[in-house]
Structure formats: C-alpha cells, structure tokens
Nanobody, 117 residues
Framework: QVQLVESGGGFVQAGGSLTLSCTAS???????MGWYRQAPGKQREKVAT???????YVAESVEGRFAISRDNRKDQVILQMNNLDPEDTAVYYC????????????WGQGTQVTVAS
C-alpha cells in the first residue's frame, strides 16, 4: 500500500498563487504522478500529470497558469498554481498511477483550494 501525503491547499484571493505538494511513501519509479480536482456537484477531472521521465500534461483549462513538476529523489510532485480564479475552487487530489501490469492506482486524501472573487 502507498500513502500519498498532500499539503499546500488553502484560501486565496483571485489572482493569487498556491503551491500543492504530494509525497509518496514508496518509490514512484515507473509511476505517473499527477493532480486531479473535484468541485462541488462536478465530476473529478484531471489537472496535470508528469511521468517519471518528466513528460508533462496540463489541462487546457489551467494551461499557462498551472505548472507541474516532480522530484524523483523525494518521490514528490508539485503543482504550482498561479493567477487563480474562483473556477479553480475544488478539492485537489494527488494521484499515483502505474499503467503497465500490474496496474496500480493510489489517491491522496485531498486538499481544499478555495479562491475568492
């Protein structure tokens, strides 16, 4: 079992910045690390991911404002969120995913991000 410990959520005014971090309790080699979010009444959506080789994906809705990075030595993934908008208000979840067999998926407990207008 893998534990994902998230930190960095909070309350911020529109236009502000927050940094989310997530640290895994085991090696993340061969895993994709990423962030998803779920706003009230909406489905969980993918925000950004990064492979162990450094290939990134960022959702169109946050492109140019959010950046994802990864420290393989620390088994840590960081989501830098700039120019936050009230539409970004959600619970953000760290995700660790292995896409080759045996497929494994782990989720963090979630951290709340609230952006006030």
């Amino acid at each position: 079992q893998v534990q994902l410990v998230e930190s960095g959520g909070g309350f911020v005014q529109a236009g502000g910045s927050l940094t989310l971090s997530c640290t895994a309790s085991r090696s993340t080699s061969g895993f994709i690390m990423g962030w998803y979010r779920q706003a009230p009444g909406k489905q969980r959506e993918k925000v950004a991911t990064v492979t162990s080789g450094g290939t990134t994906y960022v959702a169109e809705s946050v492109e140019g404002r959010f950046a994802i990075s990864r420290d393989n030595r620390k088994d840590q993934v960081i989501l830098q969120m700039n120019n936050l908008d009230p539409e970004d208000t959600a619970v953000y979840y760290c995700n660790l995913r292995r896409v080759v067999t045996p497929i494994q998926v782990y989720w963090g407990q979630g951290t709340q991000v609230t952006v006030a207008s």
